[in-house]
């Protein structure tokens, strides 16, 4: 079975300039989160969807960031525009529904993308 | 005061040493509580999960303490494998909102 898919792995761009990140979750899998997550630290979660509706975005900066998820599969995540404190891995991970299934509480992560503002 | 709390590290270790990490969390409401492991540039995944009674898998245990509200992986018989960064994982409320601590590493050396 596929796991999370992340692209691009890494982006460098200079500051003001806009970003995109692309995710596409484990097949099956309702709940979509993006984190991020900076040099010696631990994930942090920027916005959660349940299928296409975000359930959580109270950590999402808006004036910068934004977020989408069309059809409940795959989801992206924008910067515009870009600043040097948005370097960090950007992680995306999916967890299956909680009424069924196996690993309800385990969340399967992407290889993150790395971005680097110059 | 972060919600979940580790000390970083390193933890410099000989292979076959037994080493221990603590976690603290501050949200006494926290329900499920998990080791993850991040390699180096890599993704974090599920190491185990925690149970109130203690669980072991292997070489690994990982033991919850409510009353003090910290949570403890231990790891016997170390390998050079088992170098990485463990981070500390707690669930709270209903949705499944993951907290992460900052992670403690662990070096195993020859």
């Known amino acids: 079975e596929a796991g999370v898919v992340q692209s691009p792995r890494y982006k460098i761009i200079e500051k003001k300039q806009p970003v995109a990140f692309w995710c596409n979750p484990i097949s099956g899998h309702n709940t979509l989160y993006w984190y991020r997550q900076n040099l010696g630290q631990g994930p942090e979660l920027l916005i959660r969807?349940?299928?296409?509706?975000?359930?959580?975005d109270s950590q999402l900066p808006k004036d910068r960031f934004s977020a989408e998820r069309l059809k409940g599969v795959d989801s992206t995540l924008k910067i515009q525009p870009a600043e040097l404190g948005d370097s960090a891995v950007y992680l995306c991970?999916?967890?299956?529904?909680?009424?069924?299934?196996?690993?309800?509480?385990?969340?399967?992560f992407g290889p993150g993308t790395r971005l680097t503002v110059l | 005061r972060k919600e979940v709390e580790q000390d970083p590290g390193p933890f410099n270790v000989p292979e076959g040493a037994t080493v221990a990490f603590n976690c603290t969390y501050s949200?006494?409401?926290?329900?499920?509580f998990f080791w993850y492991r991040q390699d180096c540039r890599k993704e974090p995944k599920l190491l185990m999960s925690?149970?109130?009674s203690g669980n072991e898998d292997g070489r690994f245990t990982a033991q919850l303490n409510r009353a003090s509200q910290y949570i403890s992986l231990l790891i016997r018989d170390s390998k050079l494998s088992d170098s990485a960064t463990y981070l500390c994982v707690v669930k709270t409320g209903t949705a499944s909102k993951l907290t992460f601590g900052t992670g403690t590493r662990l070096q195993v050396t020859l």
């Open positions: 991970a999916s967890s299956p529904n909680r009424f069924g299934g196996r690993g309800y509480n385990e969340q399967f």
């Open positions: 949200n006494s409401a926290s329900q499920s």
């Open positions: 969807y349940e299928n296409e509706e975000a359930v959580d």
């Open positions: 925690v149970y109130s």
